[in-house]
């Protein structure tokens, strides 16, 4: 009997868990939608070329990374897994956007947090932002070298 509680309880997480992300991303794909209607993305990326450049990225990877670094990485995710649906990115593109949200991710909510136990959020801020642009671009060099090694 306890096998089969163990069993209901697994099940009734998993599909609470399913139905909170559920609550998340189609919110979320909905207002992605509604803005490249209305090409506010557009707007929003043309604003990060530059910085996109410099860690080799493309400007459609603005959205995914800017949402993910500002609003937490399950939004960032959802950008992600909508943009590779729709072939918007390639591999590479991804995985220089998953380094640097592994290191960049809830910028805003993560500086308040540790602020508010005594952190600096200026350094804070400032050192996960330069240890992301410097560990993206490192990366970029590298699958870019790796990559020309192999064509030949």
């Known amino acids: 009997m306890e096998i089969i509680a163990l069993l209901i309880d697994t099940i009734a997480g998993t599909l609470s868990n399913i139905a909170r ?14 803005t490249r ?13 530059k ?10 990877a603005a959205l995914p990374l800017l949402g993910g670094m500002f609003f937490g990485i399950v939004f960032g995710s959802a950008l992600i897994i909508d943009y590779a649906r729709e072939g918007l990115l390639n591999k590479r593109d991804f995985i ?9 991710h809830s910028v805003v909510e993560d500086t ?33 070298h790796f990559a020309a090694k192999q064509a030949y």
């Open 96 to 104: 220089l956007i998953g380094i640097f949200l592994s290191i960049s």
């Open 112 to 144: 308040f947090i540790f602020a508010v136990f005594g952190a600096n959020p200026l350094v804070l801020l400032g050192t996960r932002m330069l240890l992301a642009v410097i560990i993206t671009r490192i990366a970029a060099s590298l699958i870019d």
């Open 51 to 60: 910085p996109l450049q410099f860690l080799s990225l493309p400007q459609e």
């Open 21 to 34: 992300l559920a609550l998340l991303l189609v919110p979320v794909i909905v207002l992605i939608e509604i």
């Open 37 to 49: 209607y209305y090409k506010t993305i557009e707007k929003i990326t043309g604003r990060v070329k």
